[in-house]
């Protein structure tokens, strides 16, 4: 799986420079359809599970999104991450298991402010996923849905590259284990979602993209729950 | 260039040690007592004859309760039937009367006082049937014993047969001496024991703790002092 994302990240890299400079910026396109991939550091907490105090899971992740842009320069998005890895602490490696999260994010945002080359956003982001501890046939799974605010702003450095950030605000979480059903707000529930990338045109339908994504989720419940998630993704944007 | 560098390490390090602080030291202390915990308690194990281990053990495919799937005390938890020649039932085991373990007496496992108990609570009618009435934190065990050992460790005896405890609240026992049968009551797909050993007197709560017993049997080799297994037929003697 790791020798796949390598070569991945050398298709990205030799797909735009083959097809980006080759092509000439014309009207802005309202559609995107990204691929991604790069390099999860993660950390997870969670007692119900495991006596562990801290896990490290770390391993390629692949991402797949979509973002339309309204006339009215709104934005929808929907975007599907896949990881699997191991988590793994070197205190009792015994308890080491394979993991693997699924994530669905959609959001829509609207534009409240746009001048000359900067923009903000704001909306709501629905976000699902699935935690799967892998145990052979005895596979435990955590099912999460949230709700959370969501903010974006967008900057054209130049005709050609632009900076853009998106923070969410998680409200409300809906989670299910293997033993219970529950509904969390911020009392017992925080989380944080940053994203901040680089974005660099390389033709009419091509886009190159940098990204830094920082997740973060604290359950303050009996059995603790944390986790973080640090990425570095490299992407490729295909506009129409 | 340099200036890039030095952001760049200046980058790592804020995310490396970010981390530590965001997740916290939460669950050390479980991961002390999963590594050098020694029981206090002077435990036998707590039933007569031979019992077959169905859930106990350390790692995530022994330990059917080392996910803690209904409070955090049930983590070191053991299940066990009794079995004789080797099944654990007579008959076709359609009823709770066909299994060895309906009705099996139990003991103390360790010296103390009974601080708690349930013993009115329906057993669920047949093996793989569970009584619509289970759902709730305090219907899971059905009938139950706590016994406090007086060290900061407490006994929970589990799903035990509707009026079989002959002991109260406030009586103090001795290791191995009668106090109920097994049954089929609370959140049980079948007749068997649920023990557990944890730090709170609490049904449930608390931090669960290893429990090993001295002088027993598994797998017809003695143990001086051990932890059964998932797998495994255990007797006292």
């Keep these: 799986m790791q020798k796949m994302g390598k070569y991945l990240f050398g298709f990205l890299l030799a797909l735009s420079y083959t097809i980006g400079f080759s092509q000439i910026e014309t009207n802005p396109k309202k559609n995107r359809l990204q691929f991604s991939t790069g390099y999860n550091f993660g950390a997870l907490k969670n007692l119900e599970y495991a006596p562990v105090s801290q896990y490290d899971y770390n391993g390629l992740i692949y991402k797949l999104g979509y973002e339309r842009t309204s006339k009215n320069q709104n934005l929808f998005s929907v975007q599907a991450d896949y990881l699997k890895s191991e988590l793994k602490t070197d205190v009792i490696p015994v308890l080491n298991l394979d993991y693997t999260k699924v994530d669905l994010r959609f959001s829509y945002l609207k534009n409240i402010y746009s001048k000359n080359k900067f923009s903000i956003y704001l909306g709501l982001q629905s976000y699902s996923n699935i935690s799967v501890y892998v145990l052979g046939n005895k596979d435990r799974l955590i099912i999460n849905q949230s709700f959370g605010i969501a903010s974006q702003f967008s900057y054209q450095i130049n005709k050609k590259q632009a900076l853009f950030s998106k923070l969410i605000i998680p409200v409300v979480l809906l989670r299910v284990t293997d033993s219970s059903a529950d509904i969390y707000s911020f009392n017992r529930y925080q989380g944080l979602s940053w994203n901040i990338g680089y974005r660099y045109s390389l033709s009419n339908h091509f886009d190159l993209t940098l990204n830094y994504d920082f997740n973060y989720d604290r359950l303050q419940i009996p059995s603790a729950f944390r986790e973080l998630q640090q990425q570095f993704n490299l992407g490729i944007n295909f506009k129409f | ?237």
């Design chain 2, 1 to 237: 260039m340099k200036h890039l560098k030095i952001l760049f390490l200046v980058f790592v390090l804020i995310i490396t040690s970010c981390t530590k602080v965001l997740i916290g030291d939460e669950g050390e202390l479980d991961e002390d007592i999963y590594l050098n915990y020694q029981t206090k308690t002077d435990l036998e194990l707590p039933f007569e004859d031979e019992w077959y281990v169905t859930a106990g053990g350390r790692t995530h495919l022994e330990g059917a309760h080392h996910f803690i799937t209904h409070g955090t005390g049930q983590r070191y938890a053991y299940d066990i039937f009794k079995v004789v020649d080797g099944s654990g039932y007579s008959g076709n085991g359609g009823t709770n009367e066909d299994t060895y373990t309906f009705g099996a007496r139990l003991n103390a496992p360790g010296a103390g006082k009974i601080i708690a108990i349930e013993n009115n609570f329906e057993d669920n009618t047949k093996p793989g049937v569970i009584n619509s009435n289970i759902g709730s934190r305090n219907t899971l065990a059905g009938n139950y014993i706590i016994i406090d050992h007086l060290n900061g460790e407490y006994s929970l005896l589990a799903h035990l047969k509707k009026g079989s405890i002959i002991v109260s609240v406030g009586d103090t026992v001795t290791k191995g001496q009668e106090v109920g049968q097994a049954g089929n009551s609370g959140n049980s797909s079948g007749p068997h024991l649920h023990y557990q050993l944890q730090n709170t007197p609490n049904l449930l709560d608390g931090i669960g703790l290893p429990a090993q017993f001295l002088n027993y049997y598994e797998d017809n080799v003695a143990i001086e002092r051990g932890e059964p297994v998932r797998g495994q037929l255990v007797r006292k003697n």
